[in-house]
């Protein structure tokens, strides 16, 4: 029969999936349940309380039924609205049967109680204000027009048709001539329900814009910091997580449920933030600051395998975040705590790397025609001059055993140079479309009679069922699988397996310059595994960990790869080293 109407404090009638909901019927939702939960909350105890106080009043016992009845009714209506409530898609019109019921028994309780004179015709100035709280002033003089009706309704037939008597010949004449106070006072109910009807729903009319504004305001901010590519999240004065966007979650990978409440550096496992939070607390001066964060093991997404490390120019355990802090101020220009934005540059630091590294080349390019010329001549007459000698010098022991070590010895240094040629120049590649398999079983064929090869190994080879082919220069891609299973084959001293697989993976994507699908070389094999700190500078030139060899052979891999369009990862443990070179089956060409 009406409700109360201030704003409320949460519901358990909360339809699901509310969220999904657009504003309007959100709002409309939560002022049905608060009609709704209102209505007993309020007509119970007004009848309860009535009738303790006014038991004389009402004792026949028609009367009683009828008190009695309608608080069963109130309850009857309450649980069927919660119960069809899920159901329901036209809010308003749902409102509008609830105010159609609750005037019906309104007009029935003072049909009772006393008409005008009746402490419950308030009620109808409840169910005004609750009508205008769905359908503002429009809503609110319909429903002022309805209680005055009904009530001069109930006046009119009590004061002309007593219960239990006889209709008078001038049933007519009292109303107007014996009743004028109750006609009065019918009239001040009449400008008490259009004032109430008028100013209440003019009121709450305003109210709704202005919540409309405030609305549009608040999703406007909240799109637009969570279009905001930085993490932006809000602390209090302690360091605890108060706001967390979007944007940072998928930065962290933590969700803002975890993420709210916790505290900044202990999320972060990164001490320094704790330190610039004093010197931001101190000094008040916005801080800004670099660095690695290191993910926790099953938060941040998939994990390696325990102990694993990988590399592609960094460990992927790894972030590196920029980060700017500053004071959080009120509208009183108080300091609540700090809003913190932070940026991933994680793939910037990757890509300015890879741009010094190719500087490197050039230098290392230029460096190389003049080598060419300067050390691969002198050495090739040194070499043929030794060789003549040993020929036409007849050595026997320590003699000829020195010659030998500064033929091979020359022999090594041209192959290095070989090598740094063809790293720092490399050829352009010769494509040419090239069955998978066919190559790799070529590769394995040269690699059983390789000197690093022994009976100890054992290489296994698992290809899919159906051929690929891809658009490849072949002999350099040979020369791929050939530093790679050496180098496999050398991390075994003592003898273990190899194994090569072939698959089909998605792509990158269009920042990497592949096509749809790209193929999947894996050389595992069960070595010592590498050392992580030496991890990120295997592809180096001349960086190796071997008593032998010119350090090249990882560097001429990747090269030939990315003059393919192609990218190769590493993945390390104690038991093992993963090379995995990915190639588009399309015909791209790197930039």
């Excluded at 000197?451 to 891609?477: A, C, G, H, W, Y």
């Excluded at 190899?498 to 096509?515: F, K, N, P």
């Excluded at 193929?519 to 094999?525: P, S």
Aim: aromatic content about 10%; charged content about 20%.
């Amino acid at each position: 029969m009406g409700t109360f109407v201030g704003r409320p404090q949460g519901s358990p009638l909360r339809e699901k999936g509310i969220f999904n909901m657009d504003a309007e019927k959100a709002v409309l939702l939560n002022r049905l349940n608060r009609l709704i939960i209102g209505r007993p909350l309020l007509v119970t105890p007004l009848l309860s309380l009535f009738l303790l106080f006014n038991y004389d009043a009402v004792k026949n016992t028609l009367d009683l039924t009828i008190f009695f009845f309608l608080i069963g009714a109130t309850w009857c209506l309450t649980f069927l609205y919660i119960f069809s409530i899920q159901w329901i898609r036209n809010y308003n019109g749902f409102a509008a049967l609830q105010l159609v019921c609750d005037l019906f028994l309104i007009t029935l309780l003072t049909g009772i109680t006393g008409t005008v004179e009746s402490p419950f015709s308030i009620l109808y100035i409840v169910t005004i204000v609750s009508s205008a709280l769905f359908f503002y002033q429009k809503g609110g003089i319909i429903v002022a027009t309805a209680a005055t009706g009904l009530l001069g309704m109930i006046a009119f037939a009590q004061t002309t048709v007593p219960l239990g008597g006889e209709v008078p010949p001038d049933h007519l004449t009292p109303f107007f001539s014996q009743n004028k106070e109750l006609f009065y006072r019918l009239f001040l109910h009449a400008i008490a329900f259009y004032s109430t009807g008028t100013v209440i729903g003019q009121f709450f009319y305003k109210m709704h814009e202005k919540e409309r504004g405030l609305s549009k305001l608040r999703v406007l901010h909240e799109d637009i910091i969570k279009s905001i590519p930085s993490g932006v999240l809000t602390t209090d004065t302690h360091g605890t997580i108060t706001f967390f966007n979007f944007a940072a979650s998928q930065i962290i990978g933590v969700s803002s449920r975890e993420a709210i409440g916790a505290i900044w550096w202990d999320l972060f496992s990164w001490e320094e933030i704790r330190r610039q939070y004093q010197t931001l607390t101190l000094s008040g001066i916005p801080q800004h600051f670099e660095g690695h964060v290191m993910k926790k093991e099953g938060r941040w997404g998939m994990s390696p395998a325990k102990g694993a490390t990988s590399a592609r120019g960094a460990a992927p355990t790894d972030r590196y975040l920029s980060v700017t802090i500053s004071s959080l101020r009120n509208d009183q220009g108080e300091i609540t705590g700090v809003i913190g934005i932070f940026q991933d540059l994680t793939h910037v630091k990757q890509l300015e790397e890879e741009m010094d590294q190719k500087r490197r080349l050039a230098t290392i390019g230029e460096m190389a025609a003049g080598m060419a010329h300067e050390i691969r001549n002198p050495l090739a007459s040194i070499s043929g001059s030794i060789q003549l000698l040993k020929n036409e010098l007849s050595l026997t022991g320590d003699h000829r055993q020195l010659m030998e070590i500064a033929l091979h010895e020359a022999d090594r240094l041209n192959n290095i140079i070989t090598e740094f040629i063809l790293y720092a120049r490399p050829m352009t590649p010769r494509r040419r479309w090239t069955v998978l398999a066919d190559l790799l079983s070529e590769s394995l064929e040269l690699l059983k009679n390789s000197k690093e090869m022994s009976d100890k190994i054992n290489i296994q080879l698992k290809l899919l069922k159906v051929p690929i082919r891809i658009f490849i220069d072949p002999d350099q891609i040979k020369q791929v699988f050939w530093n790679l299973a050496i180098n496999a084959f050398q991390a075994m001293p003592k003898g273990g397996t190899l194994t090569i697989t072939v698959d089909r993976v998605a792509s990158l994507g269009e920042q990497d310059h592949l096509s749809d699908h790209r193929v999947e070389i894996c050389f595992c094999d069960t070595g010592g595994g590498i050392q992580k700190e030496d991890l990120s500078r295997i592809f180096y030139p001349f960086f190796t960990t071997k008593s032998s060899g010119s350090g090249l052979g990882l560097a001429i891999v990747q090269r030939i790869i990315e003059q393919h369009a192609g990218s190769i990862e590493v993945e390390s443990t104690p038991q093992g080293t993963s090379f995995r070179v990915f190639l588009p089956e399309g015909e791209q060409v790197a930039d």
